[in-house]
């Protein structure tokens, strides 16, 4: 039996539904789903695994587990969803820099990895990397880092002006950076499956959405929840790299 350990934020309910979609190709495989909602995943380590600091939060991890809400160093792999890691925060930190840097008419090369730099620098301070962070304080395990669904059009229309050279830089950005700190806690970040992936650079295709394009283009949420098919897919891709290293 191979134990996989799920942590993340609402975006690991589409890797929930997915999961009964694909179960029968993954026999001997037992996963976990530990979540909490936005940025309230507050975790501390303790005794050698790791504690909701909250009662809350404790609760929320008990009922999407069925466990206790402590997670445990015994699993045999970990994957951390969400949880602030985002292509919109990173690409927000990229382009304020690029247009600080064109003000002062930098050079090219050093514009770019000032850029890079802020991208990686945002990313940082995100929960995420926390998680990853403790997660290693309790475990030498795998670990797999997966990011928050790439954003739906319909929510971010504005990409649509952007030229495609700036489109391909901001994806370089935020991969480069996620995998960077991934890295930095001997973790591996898993890009999007492509054909997940929508027509313009950065986004997800919208029969992947959850709710309907038209209720994801009045919803007030930034980062669009995904479905079922969605979450198979990407479970998928992680679950068979597991499969790959021959945990047991």
């Not at 090369?109 to 926390?130: G, I």
Request: net charge neutral; with cysteine; proline share 4%.
């Amino acid at each position: 039996m191979t134990s996989v350990c799920l942590i993340g934020n609402s975006h690991v309910g589409a890797l929930k539904l997915g999961w009964p979609l694909i179960e029968a190709d993954f026999p001997g495989m037992d996963l976990d789903f530990y979540a909490s909602a936005g940025a309230s995943l507050d975790l501390v380590v303790s005794g050698g695994h790791i504690e909701p600091a909250s009662e809350g939060v404790r609760a929320r991890l008990a009922y999407t587990s069925g466990k206790s809400g402590d997670i445990e160093p015994g699993y045999d792999a970990y994957v951390v969803c969400g949880l602030l890691l985002s292509s919109l925060r990173a690409g927000r930190a990229y382009r304020v820099k690029k247009a600080e840097q064109n003000s002062k008419d930098v050079a090219r090369a050093t514009a770019k990895e000032a850029c890079l730099a802020a991208a990686r620098d945002c990313l940082r301070s995100l929960l995420f990397a926390d998680v990853l962070a403790k997660l290693r304080q309790i475990t030498t395990a795998p670990i797999f880092l997966l990011g928050t669904p790439l954003p739906a059009l319909e929510r971010h229309a504005n990409m649509k002006k952007f030229s495609n050279g700036l489109r391909m830089s901001l994806k370089e950005a935020y991969e480069a950076a996620s995998e960077t700190i991934a890295g930095e806690c001997n973790a591996q970040f898993l890009r999007q499956p492509e054909e997940t992936v929508g027509p313009i650079e950065l986004t997800t295709r919208s029969e992947f959405y959850l709710l309907s394009p038209e209720q994801v283009s009045q919803e007030k949420a930034v980062h669009t929840h995904m479905n079922a098919a969605y979450g198979a897919i990407v479970l998928r891709d992680v679950l068979e790299r597991i499969r790959a290293l021959g945990t047991t």
